[in-house]
């Protein structure tokens, strides 16, 4: 079974960019599609981004393209997402999901019953 332990969140100022993380314990993620989702207060957890581990294909929620980055690091079993361009509607708590198989289409949008395997979540609040 696989543990997500999500890390790197906190208080940055409209601008700004942060860089969250999300390491997998108790297997490798060679064969699970892992997301990021975030919700924000009073508002239900929305998608922001995925990574395929196998292969390395991304899917971003079409709102947020251009300010994410994730990606994947083998080595050390986890994966990144660095947001930059920071807004105030950012703010929320971000949370790490994982489930099996591969992304088979680049314009996939992901829901919260996707996914399998959640992490604890860590606070972004962005500043104005």
């Known amino acids: 079974q696989v543990q997500l332990v999500e890390s790197g969140g906190g208080l940055v100022q409209a601008g700004g960019s942060l860089r969250l993380s999300c390491a997998a314990s108790g297997r490798t993620f060679s064969r699970y599609t892992i997301g990021w989702f975030r919700q924000a207060p009073g508002k239900e957890r929305e998608f922001v981004v995925a990574?395929?581990?196998?292969?390395?294909?991304?899917v971003t929620a079409e709102s947020l393209k251009g300010r994410l980055t994730i990606s994947r690091d083998s080595a050390k079993n986890t994966v990144y997402l660095q947001m930059s361009s920071l807004k105030p509607e950012d703010t929320a708590i971000y949370y790490c999901?994982?489930?099996?198989?591969?992304?088979?289409?680049?314009?996939?949008?992901?829901?919260?019953?996707?996914?399998?395997?959640w992490g604890q979540g860590t606070q972004v609040t962005v500043s104005s």
């Open positions: 990574i395929a581990w196998s292969d390395g294909i991304t």
């Open positions: 999901a994982a489930r099996l198989g591969r992304i088979y289409n680049s314009n996939t949008y992901y829901y919260t019953g996707d996914f399998d395997i």
